[in-house]
């Protein structure tokens, strides 16, 4: 039986607890649901578990896929097991299609699809709107090592080719993605979470989102949305 000790970290979706077994965190996935930095927040019911259970399934598949991850097992139905890491404060964000911030940012076409995916940096600053930064930044300011950011790049990659082909031979288009990684004795990892929260999901046939956009742009039926994704990959909920 692991103990659930003291909340070390609550973030926007997600609590983070110590536990019994030394070097091993609980993650708490909670219904709250939060966008634009926190400015939005809602909490959806059942989002929580569904986001476990998502998260497991894709770390699973990742690992099985030579992936190295902190996910350990699902603990309960919106908890799970994983290794304590040191994370690195930045965000790895792949592009297969223009959409989002990049729009934004570049005045670029919405739905350009990119022939090599676009990869890029983000600090994990809510105050400053996590700015996008490059491999200098991390560099400079000793986020990171070269090593890390050569890793970080690698993995991001290898797990877009993964990803791109489970959620196409499942008639979805995995658009974009946001992963993080951190420091282990194993070696840098893959943390946090891989769930419809953190990534664009397109309906392959007709273009509906099925991810977190529908609470951004407040176009209703978020869990349903996860529901519909989880269910064409074929993960038992
Ligand atoms: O907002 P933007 O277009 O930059 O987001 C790119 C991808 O990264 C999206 O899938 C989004 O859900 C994810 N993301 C995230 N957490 C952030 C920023 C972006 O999960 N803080």
Known sequence: MIEKKELLSEGKAKSLYSTSNNGELLMVYRDDTSAFDGK?????????????????????????????????KETSN???????????????????????????????EQGLKFENPLFEFFLKNDELGDPLINDNHIIAFEWGTQEEIDKMKELTFKINELLCSLFDDAGLILVDYKVEYGRHSEGLILGDEFTPDGC???????????????????????????????????ISI
């Open 40 to 72: 939005k927040t809602e909490a959806l019911k059942g989002k929580g578990e569904i986001n476990n259970r998502f998260n497991a399934f894709i770390m699973e598949y990742l690992s099985d896929n030579g992936i190295n991850t902190h996910f350990l």
């Open 78 to 108: 919106n908890e799970s097991l994983v290794k304590s890491l040191d994370m690195l404060p930045v965000e790895c964000v792949v592009r297969n299609i223009a959409t989002g911030s990049l729009c934004r940012r570049l005045g670029v």
């Open 200 to 234: 664009r999901i397109w309906d392959k046939e007709t273009g509906e989102s099925l991810d977190k956009d529908r609470f951004r742009k407040d176009l209703g039926d978020v869990v349903e949305s996860y529901q519909i994704v989880a269910h064409k990959l074929g």
